[in-house]
């Protein structure tokens, strides 16, 4: 992540909460991830491959945040160019660029897709995903190393 992002982790370890089963999805800060998803009456266990992608989304969220000053500077150039789209979407536009890169360096295109059709169900995922597949993972990624230049010239 950090030679992908040029973002450097600032604390050594971070804590992972591992939980049997619950009833939200998982989520960055404190990292909290269930093995078991339960909606109305149905119970959705995690693979191993999908357990640790949706770990890896998690810790791209958290490098975000470790890199806050750098982070918000990008996200005020997102949040301004993608005005019509909702937050959710405009925060998963860079962290879906590192992790396309991400899947294409370490795993497969065919995981990538397998995401990319998950996001499909939830339109602010998708939208951000399409964003990612058509303006491109290391344009987008490129814009993040260099948010000094895009932000003096958009603020």
Known sequence: MERITGLKWKKKEINCYVLKISEFYPFSDPL????QLKYKDKITTLN????I???IHELIHNLFIENGINMHKYFQYLFKKYKNLSHRTVIHIPLYAVHKEIYLKFFSKKRLEYDIKIAQKRSDYKNAWDIVLKEGSKKIITGLKNI???HKLYF
């Open 53 to 55: 992608d949706i770990l």
């Open 148 to 150: 000094e230049k895009y």
């Open 32 to 35: 909290t991830i269930a093995i």
């Open 48 to 51: 191993v491959n999908r357990f």
